[in-house]
Nanobody, 122 residues
C-alpha cells in the first residue's frame, strides 16, 4: 500500500504565499516523477508543476516565476512554494507521484493524494 498525504493549504490574501507539502509512504522502491495538479470548480484538473527524480522541472505558464517545485528524495516528499498568489490560483491542489513499489519495481504506477484546498481572496 502506498499513500500520499498533502498539507499546507489554506486561505491567503492575494499577493501572499503558501507552501504545500506531500509525503509518500508505504512499500516504495523508488519514485520517478512527482508533481502538483489543481482543479478549480467547474474546470478540468490541470498540471501546475512537475519534477523528475534528477531534479528537472516543468511549470504551467500561468505559474512560472511565482511557484517553485522541489523534492526531497530521501523523504519521498515533494513541495510547492507558491508566491504572489492570485485569486485565479484558488483550487484544490493534488499531489501525484509515479511510484515503483517493492515487488513491482519494473513499472511505475501513478498515485494521488487526497487534495488540499487553496483559497486566495482578492
Amino acid at each position: 500500500q502506498v499513500q500520499l498525504v498533502e498539507s499546507g493549504g489554506g486561505l491567503v490574501q492575494a499577493g501572499g504565499s503558501l507552501r504545500l507539502s506531500c509525503a509518500a509512504s508505504g512499500s516504495i522502491f523508488s519514485i520517478d516523477g512527482m508533481g502538483w495538479f489543481r482543479q478549480a470548480p467547474g474546470k478540468q484538473r490541470e498540471l501546475v508543476a512537475s519534477i523528475l527524480s534528477g531534479g528537472r522541472t516543468n511549470y504551467a505558464d500561468s505559474v512560472k516565476g511565482r511557484f517553485t517545485i522541489s523534492r526531497d528524495n530521501a523523504k519521498n516528499a515533494v513541495y510547492l512554494e507558491m508566491n504572489s498568489l492570485k485569486p485565479e490560483d484558488t483550487a484544490v491542489y493534488y499531489c501525484s507521484a509515479e511510484i515503483r513499489t517493492v515487488g513491482a519495481a519494473y513499472q511505475p504506477f501513478p498515485y494521488w493524494g487526497q487534495g488540499t484546498q487553496v483559497t486566495v481572496s482578492s
